[in-house]
């Protein structure tokens, strides 16, 4: 599969990005430029974003290749649905937050197709793609928006000037930042299924929904809820091209109930870590209810469930 024939990622999510700046007041997010020339889209910091920011949001870090849609009629939590057609690129090449950007006194976990034209992650070697884009975006999980050394250090790594950079910035528990990170029940999928070694090229489309939770309080508070939406209540169905044994051998570690770290809410498994992610069993990091289905045979198979339990502790 040649990721590097279709259109670029950045050219995409910055069509959106215009979107986005001409209806800032609407959309109840805030717009400026730092002095390097960095253009900075605050969703979720000093203002309270929308619905529909974060629904935009979350379609910039897929590189508006799916579609981001909230159902608030399904009970008792509105549900975030996704679905693409082009699942590596949206998913692994742009939506991943595989960025760390760490400077001083500033932290954030970035994502979006930014990481397509930097591809310092070794994500990009293994699935075989790059671009290089006169403009670039980004999405950074920050509760501060980034100090201009950093503005010009990703544009640095990106082959731009500063001036040719977008980043969006949203803080964990602001609207934005909630759903943005909900809506990436089909990408900890994909994710969990490159760590476990499938082809990913086998894989067509990608549809997921997962519940949004109510805003937490405070960062650490919301990542806990974010997370146990995705691992407790994460429903993703991928549409393959593979055969039904490779199917059935790799489909039951695919949900987050393949882990030995599951059974709690988020927070709690973290706090037992020392707060650590990186200590956190890796293949908790997944969906947890699993459909694939077989376009070669017809076949579809299914492993996992909700856990409604774990979701009502979360989020009360």
């Known amino acids: ?84 057609r082009e699942p590596v690129r949206a998913c692994l090449a742009s939506q991943y937050a595989g960025w760390e950007i760490k400077a001083e006194k500033y932290f954030a976990m970035g994502s979006g197709p930014m990481r397509a034209a930097a591809a310092r992650e070794p994500l990009f070697q293994e699935i075989g793609f790059q671009e290089s884009s006169e403009f670039c975006v980004g999405v950074l999980e920050s509760s501060k928006l980034p100090t201009e050394a950093v503005c010009r250090d990703l544009a640095t790594k990106c082959g731009i000037a500063p001036e040719q950079l977008t980043l969006l910035v949203a803080s964990t528990s602001s609207l934005c930042g909630t759903l943005q990170i909900v809506a990436r029940s089909v990408e900890t999928a994909l994710h969990k299924l490159h760590e476990l070694g499938f082809d990913l090229t086998q894989i067509v489309t990608g549809t997921g929904t997962a519940p949004l939770p109510p805003l937490a309080e405070n960062d650490f508070a919301a990542i806990g809820r974010t997370n146990d939406a995705i691992l407790y209540g994460g429903r993703v169905a991928l549409e393959v091209r593979s055969d039904d044994l490779t199917l059935q051998q790799i489909g039951p570690q695919i949900p987050s109930s393949a882990s030995a770290d599951y059974g709690l809410p988020f927070a709690e498994i973290l706090a037992r870590n020392d707060n650590d992610f990186y200590r956190v069993d890796p293949l908790l990091f997944s969906p947890a209810e699993i459909e694939l289905i077989n376009l070669n045979t017809g076949n579809y198979f299914c492993y996992g469930e909700v856990n409604s339990e774990v979701l009502r502790k979360s989020f009360a």
């Open 1 to 84: 599969m040649n990721l590097n024939t279709l259109n670029s990622l950045n050219s995409l999510a910055a069509a959106l990005c215009r979107e986005i700046a001409d209806r800032a007041d609407a959309l109840q997010v805030r717009v400026e430029t730092a002095a390097c020339g960095t253009m900075l889209i605050d969703c979720g910091i000093a203002v309270p974003g929308s619905l529909e920011a974060a629904i935009l949001v979350a379609r910039v870090c897929l590189a508006d290749l799916a579609d981001v849609s909230l159902d608030d009629a399904t009970t008792p939590w509105p549900t975030v649905n996704v679905s693409t």
